[in-house]
């Protein structure tokens, strides 16, 4: 079972809200990532994080930013919240091995209803 | 774009019969693979991985093989459960220096 948590996990706003969804491991990964997925479809990646200080953005940024002060943790802000937004928000992080592996560890998601 | 694919997005197996789910993938470079599983209103669950070094690695019950030739990864379950059932993702990358690349997904139903 890996330890990352995800906060919270539902999640109902209406339309213009600012929303901050919250991410940590506890696991000393460098590496963190968001997802977002609509229920039984393929992940897309929204933003990632190879450190402290460095954020990318995925193919899907969805309107939304993250910041990485902290090894453990990894917020993603919607700034204005759409019906659009609707949706699953996963978080993982994961840690190279330096054999070629680098295996992602979920958190549980947080799902998004916006109004 | 570079994309990693699932041949079939559903399958339906009996309990005790063996599945297969298969994916497809384009990028040449990619060199680590993994399959996870899904449960409904949960995160991904690691199952297994492989590196572009093998063909074949074997778990409790599942094996991954792996055809470089054809870009072809196929996660084989024995004995299916119940239990198994879930949406199945297989993903991949380039020595871990770029994220995971996810394919669409095969959902798995066990008939008791």
């Not at chain 1, 590496?31 to 994080?49: F, N, R």
Request: glycine share 10%; proline share 4%.
């Amino acid at each position: 079972e890996a330890d990352i948590y995800q906060t919270p996990r539902y999640l109902v706003i209406g339309t213009g809200k600012k929303i901050t969804l919250e991410c940590s491991q506890t696991m000393g990964h460098d590496k963190m990532y968001w997802y977002q997925q609509d229920p039984g479809m393929e992940l897309h990646l929204i933003h990632y994080s190879y450190g402290v200080n460095s954020t990318e953005k995925g193919d899907l940024s969805s309107e939304s930013t993250v910041s990485r002060i902290r090894t453990e943790h990894f917020p993603l802000t919607l700034e204005s919240a759409r019906p659009s937004h609707t949706s699953q928000y996963l978080c993982a992080s994961s840690e190279y091995g330096g054999d070629g592996t680098d295996t992602q560890y979920f958190g549980p998601g947080t799902r998004l209803t916006v109004l | 774009g570079e994309s990693v694919g699932l041949h079939l997005p559903t399958l339906s197996v009996q309990e005790g019969d063996n599945s297969i789910i298969n994916c497809a993938y384009s990028n040449s470079a990619s060199d680590y693979f993994i399959w996870y599983k899904q449960e409904s209103g949960k995160g991904p669950q690691f199952i297994i991985d492989i590196r572009s070094n093998m063909d074949k690695r074997q778990g409790q019950r599942v094996t991954v093989l792996l055809n470089k030739t054809v870009k072809h990864l196929s996660l084989q379950i024995a004995a299916t459960q119940p239990g198994d059932s879930a949406v199945y993702f297989c993903a991949e990358t380039h020595s871990g220096n770029t994220p995971l690349v996810f394919g669409k997904g095969t959902r798995l139903s066990v008939i008791a």
